[in-house]
């Protein structure tokens, strides 16, 4: 017996308007019959579908079997249609027609599986998240992470800090100690190999000044990781690197006007677009061995952050940014770092089972790995939600402004993981931050594309709670008129009030 899931519904529905339109488009330029035998034609394609299980994309393991599977149905359904056309529609002709429907239908049914397989069931790895920090819920009521912290320094440190707040240029400091400036426990890594780092493991540094920037370093993560491993407990590092705004203003100021924004755009295009592209990216490092790339300040102390670190102090010199940060924990290792567009947010689902929730991105890449950094600086504002936050993109400000961010959570509902309206999916941290009797509610029922937040929109964690609580009391004792009740407030407060999350 054939079992229809949500997502083969709609793989049908495509197939039929597929149908429909292939068989359309290749009358217009050849002898096909009638309209309503063209309908016909496009259900009995459907049907053979159907019952070959043609259709049932997530039962493919390899694409490979997917195209032979499309392809042999199709040549099989494009005879049986053929033969069908010659025995009992009258005055039709033998030509070439339905078999020019037949591959045209094969080249959208396989565009179509290609689009499902890369957005549906790809399994994107989980998007890392830090854990909430809740010490402090103001900015400024945690000491600010730019102040001095000469107390926990060791001359090196010292030396290495007046160095740099008498220098007009950042090259002239890291590239001009010498290794006698500097204590037997300060190492001077003078090479963008990650394999030079480990070899100083032995000495059990608790300084190490990367004189290269760290733009030109081609295994970033990699260098940074070796770095904490051989670092004594609370040891430091010091770096640094140019933005890609510095970047830009340096092309801008030293290039004449005219040409300076043409080459603008092609350096993004060059290290930005076609250095992340999975077509294109292993052409990039083959030709630029990873030197000079185009990295935005978030993404660098996003990586800094990963390997373990925590920045003490940073600041400007000569059009050029330095780090200097302490080893805190151990690198991050349970993670596969995500820097496309589409991001999976572990959630907790019905029954408290994990979900992987669709969004699009919104921030600049690493930036889940500087969150405890941010929220030193800047605090949360209302809603629960950091404030001034500068790692979301430009791009990502429109997302979140109108939602488009959120498109991709269709996925979920057609995977029957979400329904319409409910209760906001929580990662395991905010879920824990809920009383107990709301998380015994929350895991009854699925989280929904329109949470009850935006029909009352809540400032504070207690408001969040007694909003949400009010809705599942309501939605237990009737489903359908409470949500369509929350979903027509949420509505209005959108479009009409034009309320917004913070």
Request: overall charge positive; aromatic content about 16%; proline content about 4%.
């Amino acid at each position: 017996m054939v079992h229809f899931k949500r997502e083969n519904i709609i793989i049908i529905f495509l197939d039929l308007l597929l149908s429909l339109f292939s068989f359309w488009f290749i009358r217009y330029f050849s002898d096909l019959p009638r309209w309503y035998w063209l309908v016909l034609s496009a259900f009995i394609w459907l049907i053979i579908g159907i019952l070959s299980g043609k259709l049932r994309y997530g039962d493919y393991k390899r694409v490979r079997y997917a195209l032979l599977g499309i392809i042999t149905i199709n040549i099989l359904s494009g005879f049986l249609l053929n033969y069908f056309y010659g025995e009992f529609v009258p005055g039709y002709e033998y030509d070439n027609s339905i078999l020019w429907a037949s591959g045209l239908i094969s080249v959208c049914e396989i565009t179509l599986y290609y689009f499902i397989r890369k957005i549906y069931y790809r399994k994107i790895p989980y998007f890392y998240e830090e854990p909430i920090l809740h010490e402090a819920t103001e900015k400024g009521s945690l000491s600010h992470p730019l102040e001095m912290r000469t107390e926990f320094w060791n001359p090196d440190i010292s030396l290495f800090i007046n160095k740099l707040q008498k220098a007009k240029r950042l090259k002239d400091v890291f590239e001009g100690f010498v290794k006698s400036t500097f204590s037997d426990k300060t190492i001077l890594l003078d090479s963008t190999n990650p394999e030079s780092v480990l070899r100083n493991k032995t000495q059990l540094p608790n300084f190490i000044v990367m004189i290269h920037t760290l733009v030109d370093v081609r295994y970033l993560n990699t260098l940074l990781s070796y770095a904490n491993y051989c670092l004594t407990d609370g040891g430091y590092i010091a770096c640094h690197y140019t933005t890609m705004k510095q970047r830009r203003r340096k092309i801008l100021r030293q290039i004449p006007i005219g040409i300076n924004y043409i080459l603008i755009i092609i350096d993004y295009i060059w290290n930005r677009i076609i250095a992340r592209s999975n077509l294109t990216k292993k052409l990039y490092y083959k030709i630029t061995r990873g030197k000079n790339r185009s990295l935005h300040k978030v993404e660098l102390l996003g990586r800094i952050y990963r390997a373990g670190f925590e920045v003490v102090q940073e600041g400007t010199c000569g059009g050029e940014n330095y780090v200097i940060a302490s080893k805190k924990i151990e690198p991050v290792r349970t993670d596969n770092p995500n820097t496309g567009i589409l991001i999976r947010l572990k959630r907790i689902g019905k029954n408290g089972k994990p979900i992987g929730v669709y969004k699009l991105r919104t921030m600049y890449a690493y930036s889940e790995y500087l969150q405890p950094y941010i929220y030193k600086q800047e605090g949360l504002c209302k809603g629960g939600k950091i404030a001034y936050d500068y790692r979301i993109t430009p791009l990502g400000k429109f997302l979140r402004r109108t939602w488009i961010d959120e498109l991709p959570m269709l996925i979920n509902w057609l995977k029957g993981e979400m329904k319409f309206v409910g209760i906001r999916p929580l990662s395991n941290q905010y879920f824990g931050l809920y009383s107990k009797e709301l998380q015994e509610l929350r895991i009854m029922t699925k989280p929904g594309l329109f949470p009850p937040f935006y029909a009352d929109m809540p400032e504070t964690l207690e408001e969040i709670q007694t909003s949400e609580m009010h809705y599942l009391k309501s939605y237990f004792k009737s489903p359908f008129l409470t949500d369509w009740r929350y979903f027509c407030a949420a509505f209005c407060n959108i479009v009409f009030k034009r309320k917004r999350s913070k």
